[in-house]
């Protein structure tokens, strides 16, 4: 089995800065594309920032210029820094990977979600 933990959510005021981790753990061979996603109250979850076992990025137009993705092929991890943060970045976060395991079984994993909050 495969899974992934994050961690780095919590309550920052507009302007302020976080930076989510998230880490896969199991019996893993490698990892292709790693995401995050958000999801705000009453909206469906949306794609925030992707990065391939490359090292190619995309975002959302919302979060360009102020949120970071990169990723640690060592240590199985994926990072969002988050600048700027504005109120409407408020939602539940969550980590994503298409993780290749024992037998060539590829898994599309998610994390259990963490929560960022931005307010004054």
């Known amino acids: 089995q495969v899974q992934l933990v994050e961690s780095g959510g919590g309550l920052v005021q507009p302007g302020g800065s976080l930076r989510l981790s998230c880490a896969a753990s199991?019996?893993?061979?490698?990892?292709?594309?790693m995401g995050w996603y958000r999801q705000a109250p009453g909206k469906e979850r949306e794609s925030v920032a992707r990065i391939t076992s490359g090292g190619s990025t995309n975002y959302a137009d919302s979060v360009k210029g102020r949120f970071t993705i990169s990723r640690d092929n060592a240590k199985n991890a994926v990072y969002l820094q988050m600048n700027s943060l504005k109120p409407e970045d408020t939602a539940v976060y969550y980590c994503?990977?298409?993780?290749?395991?024992?037998?060539?079984?590829?898994?599309?994993?998610w994390g259990q979600g963490t929560q960022v909050t931005v307010s004054s």
């Open positions: 994503n990977a298409e993780i290749v395991s024992v037998w060539n079984r590829v898994y599309d994993c």
């Open positions: 199991g019996r893993i061979i490698s990892i292709n594309t």
